[in-house]
């Protein structure tokens, strides 16, 4: 996980998870709709597995 990536989760969440498949970019833009806490969450969570 770069620094870059986590930067770009704390900013715009379901860009950073953009390379990681069409369902992780769904997850994650729901939860930014949802709150913005939930998606930055969630990137970082699907970042890290990685």
Do not use: E, Y
Not at 9 to 28: E, K, M, N, W
Not at 37 to 44: K, N, Q, R
């Amino acid at each position: 996980m770069s620094l870059f990536r986590v930067i770009l989760s704390i900013i715009f969440p379901p860009l950073a998870v953009l390379d990681q498949g069409c369902g992780s970019v769904l997850i994650v833009f729901i939860l930014t709709l949802c709150g913005w806490i939930p998606g930055v969450i969630a990137a970082l969570v699907i970042l890290n597995k990685n």
